[in-house]
């Protein structure tokens, strides 16, 4: 299985570069890192199960309502691409399961 995220800003447009990201399973980290220039982070392999993705949105946005985004799915099959983008501003944020 791959796993990537796009951390989109909704405010300027443009990717959110820089955000801090951790893929977690089980209760443990098995991936982080920050998004690129384009708000990419791509090339995870978790595995098959339950995730968390947790995004570290306060450090990047000045202001907040949500500090932290944590979205949890199931990867039910293991030999399929799961790409998990985030629409994001300081009061409201969106996510679907993209391609």
């Known amino acids: ?11 300027t447009g443009r990717p959110a570069a820089g ?12 991936a982080e890192g920050r998004t690129d220039a384009d ?14 993705v947790v995004f570290d ?8 309502f949500y500090p ?4 949890t799915f199931t990867v039910r099959d293991p030999a399929e691409h799961h790409h998990v983008p985030l629409l994001l501003s300081p009061f ?7 391609s």
Do not use: C
């Not at 299985?1 to 909704?10: E, K, R, Y």
């Not at 399973?25 to 098995?30: I, S, T, W, Y």
């Not at 949105?57 to 907040?64: D, I, M, Q, V, W």
């Open 68 to 71: 932290e985004v944590v979205i």
């Open 19 to 30: 955000v801090h990201v951790r893929l977690e399973h089980e209760g443990q980290v098995v």
């Open 39 to 52: 708000g990419r982070i791509k090339g995870w392999n978790p595995g098959a199960g339950v995730h968390r």
């Open 57 to 64: 949105t306060g450090s990047y946005l000045t202001e907040t």
């Open 92 to 98: 409201a944020y969106s996510t679907y399961r993209g």
């Open 1 to 11: 299985m791959s796993f990537s995220t796009h951390v989109l800003d909704a405010v």
